[in-house]
């Protein structure tokens, strides 16, 4: 590791390791919890919307409000997963770092292996969990633009 007072102590490469490693755990399980929150959100939204009196659905304010937040929540949603996907590249960027001062280099020798894993026959390469879930948002945009056109038209 870059030390500008010498080298860092194989001990203290260890802590820093581990330390990196649950920080990034950590971010992962945020993330994972903020999916829950936006995925329950969106989800009532659209069954209360399903549910709703159709008299207050006529109304155009009343579309054009439930589309624009519902748009607007899945924006911040895909931003926010965009943000937890920065933040974690970042971290294992460093942990890959740390790990050329170790005997063993877990993460980087992972992703290496999913590379090049011959058995995946039925898909390129190996599908990151965050490149489907950053489709979810869009889809929950599409909802809410069928919605809003729907209103319009019934």
């Given amino acids: ?3 500008p007072t010498g080298p860092t102590p194989p001990s203290q490469v260890l802590d820093l390791y581990k330390l990196a490693v649950e920080m990034a755990d950590r971010v992962s399980a945020r993330r994972g919890t903020a999916n829950s929150f936006f995925l329950s959100v969106q989800t009532a939204f ?3 919307l399903g549910l709703a009196d159709p008299r207050l659905t006529k109304s155009l304010w009343a579309s054009v409000a439930v589309a624009v ?3 607007a929540l899945s ?3 895909w931003l926010q997963l965009k943000s937890y996907r920065d933040l974690n590249r970042a971290k294992f960027e460093v942990i890959n770092k740390i790990e050329e001062e170790l005997p063993v280099r877990v993460f980087s020798d992972e992703w290496a292996a999913l590379r090049r894993d011959p058995v995946r026959s039925w898909r390129a390469r ?3 969990l965050g490149v489907s879930e950053r489709r979810v948002p869009f889809v929950f945009m599409a909802v809410h633009v069928l919605l809003f056109v729907g209103r319009l038209r019934g």
């Fill in 1 to 3: 590791m870059n030390n």
């Fill in 46 to 48: 659209v069954a209360v």
């Fill in 69 to 71: 937040a519902g748009l």
């Fill in 75 to 77: 924006a911040t949603w």
């Fill in 126 to 128: 190996y599908a990151e």
